[in-house]
């Protein structure tokens, strides 16, 4: 079974520019996160899709931070502009249902530096 | 966000030495899950506790989860040097949002 595919692994970009980040959840997957992990801290949940419905974003920087997942499949993250702040790395995850059952399968992240 | 707390932050052990995270919420929690992250890779599922003062066991491992659901512990025995990572439990709310802690690195000494 293919796991959760992120691309891409590295991004290095300038302030105030633009960056995207691109998931394919494993497939079945109904329940759809992208987390931010600054070194050293745990993963922050940035917004949480329930096929292609919004559950929870509310730590979403959203004067900044867009989400979207057409379709209940893939998902795209966006950053706009960007701020030094924003290095970290964006794990994307997926679970087969937002139950209280279900385990996220984790992708391999890709790893943001803002210069 | 949610907050959930991990203690210690770092801990390091001999080989052969046990090993203990503990995870705190200042809510009830609907689930707690643990994860592993190994240096440089990312969080891998561990097991999911559920019930009122559940406890599971993999192998050396033994998670529990706190009777009044606010709290749970991962307990490793005899660490090996597999075991080194980063420990974080995940916590559910009622709407099934899950928050990682901040997450307890283990390094064992050889």
């Known amino acids: 079974e293919a796991g959760v595919a992120q691309s891409p692994r590295y991004k290095i970009i300038e302030k105030r520019q633009s960056v995207a980040f691109w998931c394919n959840p494993i497939?079945?997957?109904?329940?759809l996160y992208w987390y931010q992990q600054i070194l050293g801290q745990g993963p922050k949940l940035l917004i949480q899709?329930?096929?292609?419905?919004?559950?929870?974003d509310s730590q979403l920087p959203k004067d900044r931070f867009s989400a979207e997942r057409l379709k209940g499949v893939d998902s795209t993250l966006k950053i706009q502009p960007a701020k030094l702040e924003d290095s970290a790395v964006y794990l994307c995850?997926?679970?087969?249902?937002?139950?209280?059952?279900?385990?996220?399968?984790f992708g391999q992240g890709t790893r943001l530096t803002v210069v | 966000g949610q907050q959930v707390m991990q203690i210690p932050q770092y801990q390091h052990v001999q080989e052969g030495e046990d090993f203990t995270t503990y995870c705190n919420s200042s809510?009830?929690?609907?689930?707690i899950q643990w994860y592993k992250q190994r240096p440089g890779g990312h969080p891998v599922f561990l097991i999911q506790?559920?019930?009122?003062?559940e406890v599971k066991k993999q192998k050396r491992l033994t998670f529990q989860f706190g009777e009044a659901k606010k709290n749970s512990s991962l307990h490793i025995t005899a660490t090996q040097t597999t075991d080194v990572g980063t420990y974080f439990c995940?916590?559910?709310?009622?709407?099934?949002?899950?928050?990682f802690g901040t997450g307890t690195s283990l390094t064992v000494i050889p």
């Open positions: 899709f329930q096929n292609n419905g919004v559950v929870d």
């Open positions: 995940a916590a559910a709310n009622t709407g099934n949002q899950f928050y």
């Open positions: 506790l559920v019930k009122s003062g």
């Open positions: 809510t009830t929690l609907s689930n």
């Open positions: 995850a997926s679970s087969l249902v937002g139950g209280r059952h279900t385990e996220a399968f």
């Open positions: 497939s079945g997957h109904a329940t």
